[in-house]
Every structure is written in structure tokens, then in C-alpha cells.
DNA sequence: TGCTAAATCTCGAAC
DNA sequence: GTTCGAGGTTTAGCA
């Protein structure tokens, strides 16, 4: 067997300026091994299932995957103007005098016909990617942070739950603070708005339904939407901010700690 | 000057197998006109801004559009794995053995490496699309058709105002039924969930706290999801099934009706 | 499989 | 410019 070098690139097969009669055999042989395909050229899109909807005649980029997904850009605007997610069918035939190429969604019923009527070319191949893709600060990270070391929100704030199921959802941290009152959390990791702050009410509303004592309502983000602070304070809760760099820092001190831990213990 | 034929394709130029100096030239070029860029091949990719996120070398279909916008693609899944928004700068250099493309958005302050080390192709065109995009069964139709004629809902319900502004957000449909009750509907152009319940009964909660009279919250969508039902009911309120099959009719007749009051008119 | 919450959400409109 | 809500949202995590 073959050793495949570390840089090796799958090729991609070009075509410029098919007729539709190539390019029909050339999607066909496409669809069937699962490749992933580009191609760019003047087309129009008609798109019925959640909802339905018709573009025009246009030069579009469309990229097919070997996941069955597709997806119509236009030159400009980040998002496919009209697209497929991963799970197609797909299917090719002539109407009139362009090319229609059909992909079709079981569940929900959705259906995407693509009409060529001119292309410039297709590319076709099966690339190789099997790296990880790593995000680095997440909310789950945050509260890692927070569930780590809660003294950073305040002096003598202890953990007693995290991720604390009660009716409405989750508690993100469930602790006591200095003077033994109940503190419930909820987290953010980006502006919190008014939804988080009815949230957190919801929550303080339970814990103080079932345990009849002072709760604190504390709601963490980087920064308040505005009104949530007024809304905040009226229903008697309280905002502290906490952002991700301060998190990224606490975590890094952690793995520090830890690091320092294992060589003593060695 | 010349003119542009109706099924003009603007031409791609590509360029197989460029070794990473010609790519670096040809990209220069590219940036400098906004020209839509294509490139396939083994890249790794850095972000830092909102979040961070590091991924490592793998084949990948990167995008580049003439608004400044960038998506990297991996053989599967809808979304790119990493992108930029249109708007970004772009800045072109080696760094060790690949070539770096750095996409940098002002603000929010966000940057996107990617590091070529083996390119498969580049095209790079300025494709042509001024076809205006239609999608014809929205929630604002769906809400058009309702307000334009109530009684599809409800024999004797009338319309006193609608998109009407309440803390939690708008009330899409807000009115009185033949017996002069307040109602206020919510309305889902697809499956309405727990979600839609709980919104409706914000509303509903809403408008009898200033009103301090009897409300009735109908939620209006073409089905329920599960659950929602009993919800919908030990909340004490009601649902009502619309279609957009019913709506486009509705719009369809108002339509006819309006040109042939036109007609009479004239 | 169905539902819930998050997203580097994006996008557009209203304030 | 900011905020807010909708989306053919998509996607990931669970029950």
C-alpha cells in the first residue's frame, strides 16, 4: 500500500466551459462517488419545502458536498442565498436547454432545483481533512472557571452545584455566599439581556419555592444589555461582570496549580 | 460600448498547482480588484475575536468574496468551519513554508489566518448576479393574510391593532372577538413549540396585568409540535391552525378584490 | 428520534 | 451606531 505523504493535497479534476451534455456526465459520476464538487456558472434556483422561494438567472458558486449538502452563493453576502443541509439525494436531467440539478431532502420534505444554462467550470474531488477544530473559550468554559475558583465573583462565595437541574432548566452555579444565603447563577458568556435576567428570576423562583429561604440572584456576563440592568434590579437581583479573558487567566492559573501539584507529588 | 449578452458569464481564471510564490501574486492581484476568489487546497487556520479557535492542517475549499467576506469549508457540513463577515481587510504573506492569508475585520476586532501549504487550484472571477432574490411564504405574509381578514381565524373576530408593542416584545395579531373579549395571537408560519406557548402567555400576561380584563391568547400556526398542546391548555389557552396554503389564498383574493375595485372605480 | 439551548450565529430593521 | 428579534436559522447535547 501506497504511503500518503503528510502534505499530500487530493487532487481536484478541472473542466472549463463544459456543455451541459459533459457536464451532465461528469455530476453524474460526481453524485455517485460522493464527491465534493464546485461549480460556477450562470443559473437559477427555485427552492420549495419550510418555505419556498425563486431567484433568477445569475452567476453563482455552488459547492456540493460528499454529505449531500449544498449550497448557492452569490458574489456577495456571507450566507448561500439558497442551500441544503447535509442528507440529500441528488438527481440530474435536462429542462429545456439547461441543465437541472435536483437535491433533494427527505425530512422535512424539502426540495432545491439548480438550472444551469451556462457554466464556466466544474471542479470535483474528495479532499482529506481529518484535524480536530478546537474553539477555545466557550460558556462552558467560563463556568468552568467560575466552578473552579467562585471566588472570583466574590470573597467566601462557595460552590455547591453546578449544572443543577430545576423545573425551567439548569442552574449554572448553585453555591452559598459568605453569610450562608443561597446564590444562584446564571451565566453569560457574551451581554446579557432581559431574557437572562426572566431566566435567573425563573430559577431563584424555584429554589425559593422548594427551600423557603434568601436567595440571591446573581447574573454573570462580560456586560449588561440595556435594560436588563433595571429589570435586574427590580426583580431584587444583582449583576456582577465576569469576561472571558478573566476566565482564560483562571483556568491557565489552574493548569498551572495542577502542573506544580504533579511535580510535588512526584 | 459593448454590449452584454443576457446569458454572459463572467470568466473564472484558474490556475492549477501554483506553487505558493505564483499564489501569493495572484492573490495580491485578486484582493487588490475584490474580485471573488476561490482557492482548494491544505491549509490550517487561526481565529482570535469573539471566541478563538485553532485548527489543523487538512484540505479545505476556502471562498473570498468581493464584500470582504471568507468562509473556509471542510469536506462536510453546512456551515464553514471558520469565516469572517463581509468587511474585512486582506493581507497576504510567508510565514515559514506557507503562505498566510490574513483576513482582518475592524469591529468587532477579528482576525482569521489561514496558512497554505499546498494549493490544488485558485479561480478568481467577478460573477455577475443582479437577480433579485423572492421568498414567498414568510411571517409577515402569513400575518398580512390574517390582518387583512380576521375572520379566517374566527367568525366575528376584528382587528384593533397589530405588531403592538408590549414589554416581552410584539404582538403580532391583537383584537376583539364577537363577544368583545381581548385576544392576542401569536403566530408561527411553521410547528409551534413550547417555546411560542410561552411566548403568547407573556403576552397574554401582559395585557391583562394593564388591562384587568378577560384574554384570550390563541396561538395561530399550521400545526403544534408535541407537548405543546397540554401546555397550550394548562396555560388556558387555545390554538388555531393556519396554513400559508390558506394565507397565500387569502392574499391571492384580497389581491383580485383590489383590482377589481379598481376596475369599477375607474 | 425529538427537543432544548447556544452560536465567532447572520441579517435586517427600528430606535 | 446600537439594539432587538427573526431565520428555510444550523448545530450540538441529551432524554
Redesign the interface.
Known amino acids: 500500500m501506497r504511503q500518503i505523504p503528510d502534505?499530500?493535497?487530493?487532487?481536484?479534476s478541472?473542466v472549463?466551459k463544459p456543455d451541459l451534455q459533459m457536464a451532465n456526465n461528469l455530476l453524474l459520476k460526481s453524485f455517485r462517488r460522493k464527491d465534493?464538487v464546485?461549480i460556477?456558472?450562470?443559473c437559477?434556483c427555485e427552492y420549495s419545502g419550510?418555505?419556498?422561494?425563486?431567484?433568477?438567472?445569475?452567476?453563482?458558486?455552488t459547492?456540493i458536498?460528499?454529505?449531500g449538502?449544498v449550497?448557492v452563493?452569490?458574489?456577495?453576502?456571507?450566507e448561500p442565498?439558497n442551500?441544503q443541509?447535509?442528507g440529500c439525494m441528488f438527481s440530474i436531467f435536462f429542462e429545456g436547454s439547461s441543465l437541472n440539478i435536483r437535491s433533494n431532502r427527505p425530512k422535512p420534505k424539502e426540495i432545491l432545483d439548480i438550472f444551469f444554462?451556462?457554466?464556466?467550470?466544474i471542479?470535483s474531488?474528495?479532499?482529506?481533512?481529518?484535524?480536530?477544530?478546537?474553539?477555545?473559550?466557550?460558556e462552558e468554559q467560563m463556568r468552568d472557571a467560575l466552578v473552579s475558583n467562585p471566588g472570583i465573583l466574590e470573597e467566601g462565595l462557595r460552590l455547591i452545584d453546578f449544572e443543577r437541574k430545576v423545573e425551567p432548566g439548569f442552574i449554572d452555579f448553585y453555591g452559598k455566599d459568605a453569610l450562608g444565603r443561597i446564590v444562584v447563577v446564571e451565566l453569560k458568556r457574551?451581554s446579557a439581556g432581559k431574557e437572562a435576567v426572566l431566566q435567573l428570576k425563573r430559577y431563584v423562583d424555584e429554589v425559593k419555592k422548594t427551600n423557603r429561604v434568601t436567595v440571591r440572584g446573581i447574573l454573570v456576563a462580560p456586560r449588561l444589555k440595556s435594560g436588563a440592568q433595571s429589570m435586574l434590579v427590580s426583580l431584587g437581583m444583582e449583576f456582577k461582570k465576569l469576561t472571558?479573558e478573566k476566565c482564560a487567566e483562571v483556568l491557565h492559573k489552574n493548569k498551572m496549580t495542577k502542573i506544580s501539584e504533579f511535580f510535588e507529588s512526584d
Not at 502534505?7 to 481536484?12: C, D
Not at 419550510?50 to 458558486?61: C, F, H, N, V, Y
Open positions: 502534505n499530500y493535497v487530493s487532487e481536484f478541472l472549463e465534493f464546485i460556477v456558472g450562470n437559477r419550510r418555505a419556498s422561494s425563486s431567484l433568477d438567472w445569475g452567476d453563482r458558486i459547492l458536498k460528499g454529505d449538502s449550497q452563493h452569490r458574489p456577495s453576502g456571507y442565498v442551500w443541509p447535509p444554462r451556462d457554466i464556466s467550470f471542479a474531488g474528495r479532499p482529506v481533512d481529518d484535524a480536530e477544530f478546537n474553539l477555545h473559550v466557550s457574551a472571558p
